[in-house]
């Protein structure tokens, strides 16, 4: 596998002797404002009166962009390429459009006006028009005559109004239902009908990762390609701008289900499949950020909702949020605390996401995490209700830099004819994965691994000793593979050199194909040895 490049931005930064002071800077103000963030997130904005319960309910994002701002910076901190809004606003204008909708909600709802809510949905449309006109322009240099009407000071103010409208809705179901009734279904369609818009450039990372995935022959070459057009869509906000607002609707209209309409019940049942497909898809949540995860929080912290989010396939957002999320501690909270119901009606596609983001988890914190209660009551409620198969599932996805917990976890139960049938059980055969040797779980990476990826890995597994003539014939042959021709005898060598490699029985850390490379190898390989002994 060739080398990969070193990015040179990061080398110079790395060689500037205030790199190392200035890193620990950043880390410190994430420490200081951190507690903060998980305070924000735990706040329900469920007592006094409705202004003051939004406010609170906003506190969270306010305090994220704090931190990612503090800590790197924050594409919600920019400003319009229009400049400062006019007093009063151009019209049709983003902050226009803003003050317009706030004053519909607010104050002509509050009046009786009820005419007026009609017109919410050509302004939210419009909104959302001049998002995409915006970062169309930012991210792919594209010019269109609407850019004079992107005139907001902050990103962020654009964010927390919106925001601010659909907690107003959320929180105040009676405003909601008039909306609903007064726009004549283009509401429905708005927040339940309507593509996510995340634009060319996101939509086309996401088809170039399904492909490179989906690929077996795929290379480290086309894994750098999507990776770079990934880099360039991530100045794409437009759909996380956006995700606070249709966050907040689609909760309220999953709140506002039991109210005995039809229709609340046929909307609930689309927000629920919207909410579920978009805070479960990788690719997704990554577009919308913790923008989604503040929002989806009432689900979260709601036992009796977060049952039917989770019977509707929703419960790996959970997991996923506890992974990488500024929640993450109140999901951990959640997590250790929530009905066993959760788990029951679950679909291998449900629990390809779980399992999912418990691989990510190890793969973050490392091994020793998934010991915790909630691996171990995961493990144990999968393997209760649906034996193997969620293992089984997982273990395909796991790859040479991903952790192999499923197929070691699957491999042993299935070999050993393990009961698995308490805590204990589970504990028990975890640790035996996180104390495994680490020549042991090189082996069971390569066990796991496609034909394509043992190639690319040649230099990473097998026999340590440089001098193997069997990995020098095995790199020769490498060099003559035709992509996307399989040989059969050739890639049964490659199969059996990686995985009949034996540890040293010293160390454990460093295998070997035979006796004969072993001793070639000791000379060069006795100092780590004794280090690791130690």
């Known amino acids: 596998m060739p080398p990969v490049p070193f990015p040179r931005e990061l080398a110079q930064a790395i060689s500037d002797p205030n790199f190392k002071r200035d890193l620990q800077a950043v880390i410190e103000i994430g420490k200081n404002i951190w507690p903060e963030v998980d305070a924000a997130a735990r706040k329900k904005g469920d007592k006094g009166h409705l202004y003051a319960r939004i406010a609170e309910r906003c506190h969270l994002a306010l305090m994220g962009v704090k931190m990612a701002a503090s800590t790197g910076g924050s594409g919600l901190t920019k400003s319009g390429p229009a400049g400062p809004p006019q007093n009063p606003p151009v019209m049709h204008g983003m902050m226009y459009c803003l003050d317009l909708v706030e004053k519909i909600i607010r104050t002509d709802f509050r009046a009786g006006d009820m005419a007026r809510l009609a017109k919410l949905p050509a302004l939210l449309k419009r909104i959302r028009h001049l998002l995409r006109v915006y970062y169309d322009f930012v991210v792919g ?19 927390l109004m919106l925001h601010q409208a659909g907690l107003c809705f959320q929180l105040e179901p009676s405003r909601f239902r008039a909306a609903m009734a007064a726009s004549n279904g283009e509401l429905e369609k708005f927040f339940l009908d309507d593509e996510l818009d995340i634009g060319l450039f996101r939509q086309t990372a996401f088809e170039l990762e399904r492909y490179v995935e989906a690929d077996p022959e795929s290379e480290d070459t086309d894994r750098m390609a999507a990776g770079d057009v990934e880099d360039a869509a991530d100045d794409d906000l437009t759909a996380h701008v956006m995700s606070w607002l249709l966050g907040d609707v689609l909760v309220a209209f999953i709140m506002d289900e039991n109210t005995g309409s039809s229709d609340s019940r046929r909307w609930a049942g689309k927000a629920m499949t919207r909410l579920v497909e978009w805070s479960t898809s990788k690719t997704i949540r990554t577009t ?6 503040d929002a989806m929080r009432p689900i979260y912290w709601t036992p009796s909702l977060l049952v039917r989010f989770s019977h509707a396939g929703g419960l790996g957002a959970l997991f996923g949020d506890w992974t990488n999320s500024t929640c993450r501690n109140m999901c ?9 119901a959760v788990w029951d009606n679950q679909t291998p596609a449900s629990l390809a996401v779980v ?3 418990l691989q990510t988890k190890v793969n973050s914190e490392g091994s020793v995490i998934a010991k915790c209660p909630i691996f171990i009551n995961a493990f144990l409620n999968m393997y209760r209700r649906y034996s193997l198969a969620p293992f089984h599932a997982a273990a395909r996805l796991e790859n040479f830099d991903s952790p192999v917990i499923f197929y070691y976890l699957s491999h042993r139960i299935k070999q050993d004819s393990l009961p698995m ?5 589970w504990l028990d055969l975890v640790t035996t994965y996180i104390d495994m040797p680490h020549s042991t779980e090189r082996r069971y990476h390569w066990a796991n691994m496609t034909v ?3 190639w690319d890995c040649l230099e990473l597994y097998g026999c340590c000793a ?3 003539p069997e990995k020098r014939e095995l790199r020769r042959l490498r060099e003559r593979r035709v992509r996307g021709v399989r040989e059969g005898a050739v890639e049964a060598r490659l199969d059996r050199w990686g995985g009949k490699a034996k540890a040293c029985k010293a160390c454990g850390w460093v295998a070997y194909c035979s006796e004969a490379c072993q001793r070639a190898d000791w000379k060069k390989h006795k100092p780590e040895c004794l280090m690791k002994r130690r």
Do not use: K, Y
């Open 355 to 357: 399992t999912r983001e």
């Open 332 to 340: 951990e909270d959640i997590l250790n605390d929530m009905p066993e």
């Open 466 to 468: 440089e001098a193997c």
């Open 452 to 454: 394509s990826a043992r």
């Open 421 to 425: 049938i308490s805590s204990q059980d």
């Open 288 to 293: 919308l950020g913790d923008a989604l995860t």
């Open 141 to 159: 240099g594209r010019q269109h005559s609407d850019l004079i009407f992107c005139d907001w000071d902050s990103m962020l103010l654009v964010a």
